[in-house]
Structure formats: structure tokens, C-alpha cells
């Protein structure tokens, strides 16, 4: 039975259905997430999923620092499906739970702890309030879920893709360390 993959910009061959962490590449993620949009690209200025990452891991506990940064990183393979529709695809989000794992198992993080999920809202709130006409303020979600207060420090900044790649792979070889240096990430 033929095993799909996605191809990734380092050459590696990422078979999202059974995701092994050798297959998983930093620079992979963070070059692919500086250049998905955040809302599927309907702001009003555009930004990125490796922005939105970034910002969120700066302002975060240090222990939940990589966990938030890296807390979307399966996007870098399976693109960002806005959360609307996602709910209607089962079988995409169980492969995206799958992949999701092998990346936690990778860098050693957990992403299902409270504080992760409560930024993650956190910045929604902020980036539908600052980027979309209606400001989320007519989301059904916030019927559920308490909206969380908009903050100036949660304010996008709206980087070019190319800065918010480097500033994503800065953090991260901040927060986890490698061998290669920040300079030969950069030119990667």
C-alpha cells in the first residue's frame, strides 16, 4: 500500500500518517510557517503562523516557552485549516493529532496543558480584534468559550515572512539549543 508523504524544502519525507521524529526538521517549520497565513489570509494586514507562534512564546511561562512556540508546528506540514471549518474534518484532525505527537515526542514538549490553550486564545482574540472588520466580537465561539481580554502587549506586529521565520528559529534555538548555529539557520 502506497504511504503518502509531504516533501519538505530540506528534502525530507514527512508520511503523516505514521510520523517518525527523524522526519521532522526545524528549519522545515518554521521557513513553511512564515509563509501560511494566519485566518486564511483574510486580514487586514497579513500575518503569519510562525509570527503567531513567536509572539505568544515570548510572553508565556519560560517552562511553556517552546511548547507555545511549537504548538502549531504540524501546520508546516498539513497547512492552517481555520478552526470552523476543521471541526467538519475528523479524519484530518486525527492525523493532525498524530503528527502533533511525534513533534511533541521530538522536542520534548507538551502541548495540552492549560496555559498553552488559554495564549492561544488569548492571541486569537487579540489578532481578530486588531486584523478582521468584525473584530471577533460576533464569533459564536465567545458563547462558549470566555473571551479573553484584548492586551496592547498581544498586538501583531505583522512581520514580513522572512523576519518572522528568522525570529521563529531564533527563539527556538534559544529555548532548545542545537549545534547549528542561529547564522547557519538563517542561511538554511
Known amino acids: 500500500m502506497y504511504d503518502p508523504y509531504i516533501e ?3 528534502g525530507k519525507k514527512v508520511y503523516f500518517l505514521n510520523p517518525e521524529p527523524d522526519q521532522i526538521d ?3 517549520i518554521a521557513l513553511s510557517l512564515s ?5 486564511n489570509g483574510h486580514t487586514s494586514k497579513p500575518l503569519t503562523v510562525a509570527e503567531y507562534c513567536w509572539s505568544g512564546a515570548r510572553y508565556i511561562q519560560q ?4 511548547a507555545f512556540l511549537l504548538h502549531d508546528a504540524t501546520e508546516a506540514y498539513l ?3 481555520p478552526s470552523p471549518i476543521k471541526q467538519y474534518l475528523p479524519e484530518y484532525r486525527d492525523i493532525e493529532a498524530k503528527l502533533s505527537a511525534c513533534i511533541a515526542t521530538k522536542f520534548g514538549v507538551d502541548f495540552n496543558t492549560p496555559i498553552v490553550k488559554y495564549f492561544d486564545l488569548s492571541l486569537l482574540s487579540n489578532e481578530a480584534w486588531h486584523l478582521l472588520p468584525s473584530k471577533g466580537n460576533d464569533w459564536e465561539f465567545w458563547k462558549n468559550v470566555k473571551r479573553p481580554p484584548v492586551t496592547a502587549e498581544f498586538k501583531p506586529l505583522c512581520l514580513d515572512p522572512e523576519v518572522a521565520r528568522v525570529v521563529f528559529l531564533e ?4 529555548l532548545y539549543g542545537n ?10
Open 179 to 188: 549545534s547549528t548555529t542561529t547564522r547557519e539557520a538563517k542561511a538554511a
Open 79 to 81: 497547512c492552517d485549516i
Open 171 to 174: 527563539l527556538f534555538y534559544e
Open 35 to 39: 509563509r501560511i497565513p494566519r485566518f
Open 63 to 66: 517552562e511553556h516557552k517552546l
Open 8 to 10: 519538505t524544502v530540506s
Open 26 to 28: 526545524i528549519r522545515d
